[in-house]
């Protein structure tokens, strides 16, 4: 490669520094690039999170990537590159085990990565992440100048550096100091972020962004296993108190007697059993936020005492007369209809109005399109590393398979899939592969002959002017779903809708989308 090659790589991303582009973008751009200058069948860039590296953005390797979080203890590979001051290069016959075996993209077979590259990136002089590349003809990157990738790593940290920038210049509007702290506090445990990239999951997280900076009640609903109880940890997060304790009580777990003793605390004698003074989750809660889980599921009469509170911000222990006044923000969750719980006169009014004051409503997992292999891969690496595997991938007929399900159970049925299909899987193996891959069969789930794909689908939008304008309507929308589905890759859209893809760009300048 010549240094007019690399200057011609370099400078659109140079350009792009001073323009205004999503996050992702950047990356992508910065990726794409890369591997158009160095030869190779996957790149990835990962943000170093604690013991974890995060991918933001990959080339050549499968989607659900984007959804693992690989430990750095578990992968000596990652832990060379990050402790060297610059690019290094392993030898073809390195038998070191390499992260991405098994998860080069459109391979079906197991067919290792031979060949690997990488190169730290530092952001104002402390570490912040790598960058990798990965071949599988071994020898592909002895001719490879180091100081080339050393270029790319640098550009690379010059537009983390800008993309961080700009966030912060944002986060300050609100609160720069809070939100920032709370930044670095939301991304330092990988088990408790939201995991997704559908239109449906990102209003989510503009939602949790905009209700977490006040103090406002908010009622979580959606369907069980969704994830109601993470999306109160982000809203605990996301808030002034985020430094103060979230306490959390399954509603439904325990008697109404019971529950009034962990809501309000009681003293000793208040009843059978009540041998010292006890404070309860308000009281601990003090300052924070209190997390009240299955709330559907409260008597009346807790209903009636638990408005007194929200009212009044003042409580009394079981058995006692003397007044405690606490401060608390109130996080609520159900997956009951509570506006018809009212109208049957199973549910007081007006402690559902003060409930909902903001009400947020989780998606459910069919209508999330492609998340499910994000969140595949999440569980996939978690269970990889829980037994002890090199990779554990998805084939294909996986894939399909995991995408045409409806999921019922939701991201906890998912969750459960993975790991008991992982374990069976395991069991059928006569000897302990390094790679393990799960097929449709051990997933034991329909395959997409049996039915359509689940996809984020627009819904049919209402008929406007003649036959002509309806159906130019509906084609706006399914074209723009798809693109919305395929991170407005124009490629991947028009294999999805069976279209070449210069139609497909004719026909979105029509419809105006471009």
């Not at 002034?240 to 000793?268: Q, W, Y």
């Not at 709330?295 to 509170?309: D, F, I, N, P, W």
């Not at 006692?320 to 018809?340: C, G, P, Y």
Request: glycine share 8%.
């Amino acid at each position: 490669m010549t240094a007019k090659q690399l200057l011609t790589a370099l400078l659109p991303l140079v350009a792009d520094l001073s323009r205004e582009l999503p996050e992702s973008e950047r990356y992508r751009r910065l990726l794409q690039a890369m591997r158009a200058v160095l030869p190779c069948d996957a790149a990835a860039l990962l943000r170093l999170e604690g013991e974890w590296l995060v991918p933001l953005a990959v080339d050549g390797l499968s989607l659900d990537t984007l959804g693992r979080r690989f430990k750095i203890s578990e992968h000596p590979r990652f832990e060379i590159l990050l402790r060297g001051p610059g690019p290094t290069r392993f030898p073809s016959d390195c038998e070191l085990p390499d992260p991405y075996d098994g998860l080069v993209d459109g391979l079906a077979e197991h067919l290792e990565i031979h060949d690997c590259m990488g190169c730290p990136l530092f952001v104002d002089e402390r570490p912040w992440g790598l960058l990798t590349l990965d071949a599988l003809a071994p020898e592909r990157f002895e001719p490879i100048e180091l100081d080339a990738l050393q270029a790319f790593a640098s550009l690379a940290a010059a537009t983390v550096n800008v993309a961080q920038r700009i966030e912060r210049l944002a986060l300050r509007v609100a609160d720069e100091q809070q939100k920032a702290e709370l930044y670095r506090q939301a991304h330092s445990l990988p088990n408790k972020e939201l995991i997704g990239q559908s239109k449906a999951i990102k209003h989510l997280l503009e939602e949790i962004a905009l209700v977490g900076n006040s103090d406002l009640t908010v009622l979580i609903t959606g369907e069980t296993g969704v994830g109601k109880e993470l999306v109160a940890q982000a809203i605990h997060a996301a808030s002034p108190r985020a430094d103060k304790p979230m306490i959390s009580l399954n509603c439904a777990a325990l008697p109404d007697t019971l529950v009034e003793s962990e809501l309000f605390g009681h003293v000793r004698g208040a009843f059978t059993g009540a041998t010292s003074d006890r404070r309860g989750k308000f009281e601990l809660a003090n300052g924070g936020t209190l997390f009240l889980d299955e709330v559907g599921e409260l008597s009346l009469t807790v209903q009636a005492k638990l408005l007194r509170v929200l009212q009044s911000g003042q409580l009394q222990r079981l058995g006692s007369d003397q007044e405690h006044r606490v401060d608390v923000r109130l996080i609520a969750a159900t997956n009951r209809d509570l506006a018809e719980e009212v109208r049957s006169g199973r549910y007081r009014a007006d402690f559902y109005h003060r409930l909902s004051v903001y009400p947020l409503n989780v998606p459910a997992l069919r209508d999330r399109g492609r998340d499910v292999l994000l969140l595949s891969g999440f569980f996939l690496e978690q269970n990889r590393s829980r037994m002890g595997l090199g990779s554990l991938r998805l084939s294909p007929d996986a894939q399909a398979a995991l995408l045409h399900y409806t999921w019922p159970g939701n991201v906890r049925e998912l969750e459960h899939l993975i790991g008991r299909s992982t374990l069976k899987a395991l069991g059928n193996c006569k000897t302990r592969p390094r790679i393990l891959t799960l097929t449709a069969a051990d997933l034991d789930l329909p395959t997409p002959q049996d039915g359509p794909v689940v996809t984020e689908q627009a819904p049919l939008p209402p008929i406007i002017g003649d036959l002509r304008q309806a159906t130019e309507n509906y084609q706006r929308q399914l074209i723009s779903a798809c693109l919305e589905r395929h991170q407005h890759n124009w490629a991947s859209a028009a294999r999805e809708l069976g279209l070449d893809r210069a139609n497909l760009g004719r026909m979105a300048k029509r419809l105006g989308l471009k």
